[in-house]
């Protein structure tokens, strides 16, 4: 894989935090069931009334994929695949835009998406656990299009390259939906700055934080996708700020 260098990613990505005094890394399966269950009634008493209302807190990812619908012709293709979306808000949204579009769901929390099957909303929807660090993509070899909403953040680079390179030998588009970090570059330009002192401080562990993922910026996601030969452009930035929405193709 070709080397763009430290200084390169030193300023074009920042590390993601979580509050948590234990553990280290992306969360696990487990570690993911277990803090929805105890931060979501959805996940712990899961019902239709409980999906309603986690739905409607989640009130800025269900406008990005609302615009996302108005943008995008969903219509051209046959069936989404939706790569760790949990507990799936976006996939609801882009359903009821397109009904006729057939859906495969997935999420590396096995245990939450076993509770969500028991929500009606999923009753006639195909769920299915996946790994993108370790499972192979071939599981979504009936989609013509792939979406992930925020899931990046959880992927090496490798992953991700992993992930542009079944794109590209199997002739699908993908909307990868990152956290976006490039609209306020005054505020991604500081962070960058303090990060240095934070990771030491975390190594000291003179404050509770938890290296929890990484986010890039525009550029970064640029030279990821001239290393694995795609074409990205960005095609939604939301308004208050959310994701920055990519579209990938052969």
Not at 72 to 86: H, P, R, V, W
Not at 191 to 212: E, G, P
Not at 221 to 239: G, N, P, Y
Request: with cysteine.
């Amino acid at each position: 894989m070709k080397k763009y260098g430290k200084f390169f990613t030193y300023i074009n990505s920042k590390p993601a935090y979580t509050s948590d005094k234990d553990g280290t890394g992306v969360y696990s399966a487990d570690e993911w069931y277990d803090s929805r269950k105890i931060h979501d009634n959805l996940f712990s008493h899961p019902s239709e009334r409980n999906y309603r209302k986690s739905f409607y807190q989640e009130s800025k990812k269900i406008i990005s994929a609302s615009k996302l619908c108005e943008k995008f012709d969903f219509s051209n293709y046959k069936k989404l695949g939706d790569i760790g979306g949990a507990p799936f808000y976006q996939a609801l949204v882009i359903s009821d835009f397109y009904p006729n579009l057939e859906m495969l769901l997935t999420d590396y929390d096995y245990g939450s998406c076993e509770l969500l099957k028991s929500v009606s909303y999923f009753s006639n929807i195909e769920m299915q656990p996946f790994d993108a660090k370790k499972d192979d993509y071939n599981i979504f070899n009936g989609c013509d299009l792939l979406t992930s909403w925020g899931v990046d953040y959880a992927l090496s680079d490798e992953d991700i390259l992993k992930l542009f390179n079944y794109i590209k030998v199997e002739n699908k588009t993908l909307l990868i939906a990152s956290f976006d970090v490039d609209t306020n570059i005054i505020r991604f330009v500081t962070k960058s700055l303090i990060k240095s002192a934070m990771n030491l401080m975390i190594k000291k562990r003179l404050i509770n934080r938890r290296v929890h993922g990484v986010l890039r910026n525009a550029k970064y996601f640029s030279e990821l996708s001239k290393i694995a030969e795609v074409a990205i452009e960005t095609i939604q930035i939301d308004s208050p700020i959310l994701y920055r929405i990519y579209k990938v193709t052969p």
